[in-house]
């Protein structure tokens, strides 16, 4: 047994390939990844998870299980592809708090970075990878408001 929480994502940024998509740990030494398709007529703002929609809205579901190379090299590509695709029409916006640039969900609508969101309002932070003073992940360039710094205990008065 495994009670490590699954991470559970909402895609519907483009409309006929919407749906939800759960990652877990399930069997040893594998991460489970399951995905399901969902009418875009289902994928209202009601539709926050999969158990939010009927059954037969439903219209496509797969589960994989990746060995961790395998979803070390799905990580990879997705950063990759992600920082490229940021790069040439992102969706970028600047932090309400620390005033970084970051890249914004459309779904969530976010002012706030993922390192702001965290120590604010506990929300889960990016896992920050940085290349050329910015993260990779998440865009964020390493500002930190007084406010979030009192929060951390990074104060330099101290
Ligand atoms: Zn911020
Ligand atoms: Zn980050």
């Keep these: 047994m495994n009670d490590t929480e699954p991470t559970r994502l909402r895609c519907d940024g483009i409309q006929y390939r919407g749906g939800f998509i759960e990652t877990r740990l399930v069997h040893a030494k594998h991460i489970n990844l399951e995905a399901w ?23 496509g579901n797969v589960e994989l299980e990746l060995d961790l190379r ?20 992102g969706t970028e916006t600047n932090c309400d708090e620390c005033g970084s640039r970051f890249l914004s969900s459309l779904a969530t609508m976010s002012s706030l970075c993922p390192e702001c969101s965290h120590y604010l309002y ?10 050329d003073g910015r993260c990779r992940r998440c865009g964020w360039d390493g500002s930190v408001s007084e406010c979030v710094a009192t929060i951390k ?3 330099k008065s101290g």
């Design 70 to 89: 395998t979803a070390m090299d799905l990580t990879e590509s997705l950063h990759e592809f992600v920082a490229i695709e940021s790069a040439a029409n």
């Design 37 to 59: 398709s969902i009418d875009p007529d289902a994928l209202n703002a009601n539709a926050k998870w999969v158990t939010d929609v009927s059954d037969s809205a439903v219209t």
């Design 153 to 155: 205990g990074t104060t």
């Design 122 to 131: 506990n929300k889960p932070n990016c896992a920050h990878s940085f290349r």
